[in-house]
């Protein structure tokens, strides 16, 4: 435990990995999913994860040609850490449905509360534009 936290335990951590865990994203679309994150945090955050081997910078290829960051498979592996600290926490009295969230923090919650087992056998689909 204290070893995970010396990965994730720094502030804005692991709400970065929960941006990439959708797929990867470019450092704008980082911090544009975390409002009060400053550029020069985000940056520090970033290196330390790189470093820890917990994510990976690529270059899209053309005509994109633009960097971004994304998970390693072993980043990845944090997925159900994330979500079981985020059902954790909304049964908080301190937490406030009402504050601003990232299209990404929708999804994964979407994620997180569906349960197959009391679908029923239901189908659907979803679109969100």
């Known amino acids: 435990t204290a070893l995970a936290l010396e990965f994730v335990g720094e502030r804005w951590s692991l709400l970065v990995i929960r ?3 959708l797929g990867p ?34 270059t899209l290829p053309s005509p994109a040609n633009v960097q971004v960051y994304a998970l390693t498979p072993w980043g990845y592996e944090a997925e159900p850490i994330v979500m079981a ?8 009295p301190a937490h406030d449905p009402s504050l601003p969230f990232s299209r990404v ?14 679908a029923g056998g239901f189908a659907g689909a979803f679109g969100f534009v």
């Open 25 to 58: 994203r470019r450092f704008s679309e980082i911090r544009g999913g975390l409002p009060g994150l400053s550029a020069n945090v985000l940056t520090q955050r970033l290196q330390g994860l790189e470093a820890a081997g917990i994510l990976a910078r690529a």
């Open 19 to 21: 941006e990439l865990l």
């Open 105 to 118: 923090a929708l999804m994964l919650a979407l994620r997180m509360m569906f349960h197959p087992e009391r």
């Open 85 to 92: 600290l985020g059902r954790w926490a909304l049964r908080s």
